[in-house]
């Protein structure tokens, strides 16, 4: 008895001994650059998750999967969408994979809650979605970027989509997290009418929107605006269209639909309006690059968060080639990223002194292409070098 | 207009708002009973804590989805479903939940927790990480005058009566038939059950594809409406689970009670809380906590009814 525990715990060590030696060894040579890319790979949502992959891995092969000559390993690992889980797997690898870049996070509540490890062990997070109000105004940090944008900035789009429509009372609903009080506050900050209604859900699991529809029904604004990314776009467009409401009252939206909830949304969201800073069909070559070929490779559209997640690899690329590899010159990474010498999918775009993109907002629509087949194109520009209004608040 | 006008038809307003949040409770209440009766049975009778049954409710859309496009007809599709589920339950029941009964309830959990990881990952092999949505036909599309001035859709109305029609199905099948019988004779006291010569072994089997019947019924009516999804059932279980604390381990009438309370509290709660609070708080204030407020009265309604009746509303006797 008491040698078999002896030898099991010297096995224990032997193997400890042997995992710690290899990993001095690889830090030795840090002849590879590691990126940490947490995003959703299980649950509804997983197929964002897995968008955000294939188009990272897209951008990899791209670069012949190489930034500045070095090798590129990525470590992917799935957040389940829930910040305890995020907060975990940032931890582990930092710790345990000890990667020289972060970058991914769909969600900015599990954003929030896995930021701090990694700014204050001075690596460089990339956010390829999320992009809370509290990092890009009193909370901002010099190791924080947002390739993607502030959450109040699609909506500001949206806010002056609705002046631009004539709109004068508007009803908000949004899910009750960090983002969707952003979505809701940024709509409202460049919407000149009245706000009739607003309705914050529980988030993540209500999935029935039918008191909140009734409420709208009930007040009768002239629009309708909504923030439900993923899945409960399509459970809100499916009741709002089952109330039918959607001829009644037009349905305003940012990040509700997309590539994934278009195959199921269909002919819901024909005829309603949304607002974003990219589309598969902006006519810069690198997103004609990006969406033929990951339309070649995986027969299907890639969707925003794909988009910006091919960004973050080229912008990540772009600052160790401006550093020559050299990754612990973290001030002149630092430069580099703030320089965004890159070509970005989206067109022209700059980052503003929070770190978060300064670029335009266009109005789209969903179309049919075929019987069963949608896309989604742009019709015009609502605005262009739209700032964030949190940037003031960063002291940077 | 007169003053007295205007405040006679704001309360005639006010008052079809009512009904129809009344209504929209009700449907929820329904479609969250028609999941919590199967759970309490398998609870109440078999004495296994099964938390797959969230699983088979996935299961049981996934189905009625695939089976809708195959035939191109929602009824077939649903109908079909139905048994399709009952024959899956019935597999995981022979297969991996009938060595548990004499395990403690921990190793139920360990065990039907393994369940919903495997039908999970078995659910993205065989339809994908995208989901599927369940289009409905042009006839269920429609509104219906509920009452004048006051259309509610079609379908939510049929969710309605099909969860009514199902409660009363199962209060026949509990209170007035020979299976029935049993079934309340195995909640109440198993072993004597089977000490006077019934086959426990079949009772359990049977029992448990009901339940994995009604949990697709569950499934395939709010498919429509909330799209099917991976993962549809997790969330939605621990609002059985709560329905079944409230109404008491193993009866079908606190399941129906419990649930249509909840479904009532919750809708209610989020159409008229904002507004109620608005009028001693700021506007801002009111709104945050009447959402923080909205999405806590079902646990607070739940601890409110286990202080005044720590066994659930209707406990099963003998227990």
């Not at chain 2, 899956?88 to 990881?117: K, M, Q, S």
């Not at chain 2, 594809?209 to 498919?223: D, E, F, R, T, V």
């Amino acid at each position: 008895m008491k040698m078999s525990t002896l030898l099991r715990v010297t096995g224990a060590l032997a193997v400890s001994a042997l995992a710690l030696t290899a990993a001095d060894h690889a830090a030795a040579q840090a002849k590879k650059i590691k990126i940490g890319f947490v995003t959703t790979l299980s649950g509804p949502n997983a197929a964002y998750g897995i968008d955000m992959r294939n188009s990272f891995e897209l951008a990899l092969d791209h670069m012949g999967r190489k930034m500045g000559g070095i090798p590129v390993e990525v470590i992917y690992e799935d957040d389940e969408q829930k910040p305890e889980v995020g907060k975990q797997k940032t931890d582990k690898l930092l710790q345990r994979d000890r990667v020289d870049f972060m970058a991914g996070y769909i969600w900015s509540n599990v954003l929030l809650a896995s930021y701090k490890p990694v700014v204050d062990s001075k690596t460089f997070l990339i956010s390829a979605n999320a992009g809370p109000s509290q990092l890009a105004g009193e909370q901002c940090n010099p190791y924080f970027f947002a390739a993607s944008w502030a959450n109040e900035q699609n909506p500001m789009g949206v806010g002056h989509l609705l002046n631009q429509k004539n709109v004068k009372r508007l009803y908000i609903v949004a899910p009750n997290y960090a983002a969707g009080q952003d979505m809701a506050n940024g709509v409202k900050a460049t919407f000149k009418g009245e706000v009739v209604g607003q309705d914050m859900t529980r988030w993540p699991d209500q999935l029935d929107f039918s008191a909140e529809i009734s409420k709208i029904r009930a007040t009768k604004p002239d629009a309708v605006y909504i923030f439900f990314p993923g899945r409960a776009g399509v459970q809100f467009y499916t009741q709002y269209s089952q109330a039918n409401l959607k001829k009644e009252i037009p349905l305003y939206s940012v990040f509700t639909v997309d590539g994934v909830t278009l195959k199921l949304q269909k002919d819901l969201v024909l005829d309603t309006y949304f607002g974003l800073f990219w589309a598969p069909d902006l006519p810069y070559a690198a997103n004609q690059k990006f969406v033929t070929d990951y339309k070649k490779k995986h027969k299907d559209t890639p969707t925003f968060y794909g988009a910006q997640s091919y960004d973050v690899a080229n912008l990540i690329a772009s600052a160790v080639a401006a550093t020559k590899g050299n990754l612990k010159d973290k001030e002149g990474l630092r430069k580099a990223l703030e320089a965004a010498n890159f070509d970005s999918v989206r067109g022209p775009m700059k980052f503003n002194k929070n770190h978060f993109p300064i670029h335009a907002i266009y109005q789209q629509e969903a179309y049919k292409v075929s019987e069963n087949e949608y896309d989604i194109r742009t019709i015009s520009k609502i605005i262009d070098n739209l700032e964030d209004p949190s940037a003031p608040k960063c002291k940077m | 207009m007169t003053p007295r006008f205007i405040t006679r038809s704001l309360f005639f307003f006010m008052t079809l708002l009512l009904i129809e949040q009344f209504l929209n409770g009700l449907q929820i209440g329904l479609l969250l009973f028609l999941l919590a009766a199967g759970l309490t049975l398998v609870f109440g009778i078999m004495d296994l804590v099964n938390l797959a049954h969230g699983s088979l409710y996935m299961m049981g859309a996934f189905f009625a989805a695939t089976l809708t496009e195959w035939t191109g007809s929602f009824l077939l599709g649903a109908l079909l479903a139905l048994p399709a589920t009952a024959l899956l339950g019935i597999v995981v029941e022979v297969i991996a939940l009938r060595n548990l009964y004499t395990r403690d309830h921990l190793d139920h959990v360990l065990a039907t927790f393994g369940l919903i990881l495997f039908f999970n990952e078995l659910a993205r092999i065989l339809f994908g990480v995208g989901g599927m949505a369940i289009p409905l036909p042009d006839s269920l599309l429609t509104h219906f005058e509920v009452l004048p001035g006051l259309p509610y859709p079609t379908y939510r109305f049929l969710i309605i009566v099909v969860g009514l029609l199902c409660a009363v199905f199962l209060y026949v099948l509990v209170q007035k038939t020979r299976l029935g019988m049993l079934i309340r004779a195995g909640a109440t006291n198993r072993e004597m059950v089977g000490a006077l010569g019934i086959d426990i072994k079949l009772l359990f089997t049977l029992v448990f594809g009901l339940g994995a019947a009604l949990a697709a019924l569950a499934g395939l009516m709010a498919a429509p409406i909330t799209t099917v999804q991976i993962g549809m059932g997790d969330n939605i279980l621990i609002l059985a689970l709560v329905v079944i604390v409230i109404g008491g381990i193993g009866s079908i009438r606190g399941a129906f009670i419990a649930a249509v309370m909840i479904g009532l509290v919750d809708t209610m709660g989020r159409a008229f809380l904002p507004n109620m609070l608005g009028t001693v708080l700021s506007p801002a204030d009111a709104g945050t906590v009447a959402e923080a407020l909205s999405s806590m009265l079902i646990y607070i309604l739940m601890s409110g009814v286990l202080v005044l009746r720590p066994a659930g509303l209707f406990p099963a006797p003998g227990r």
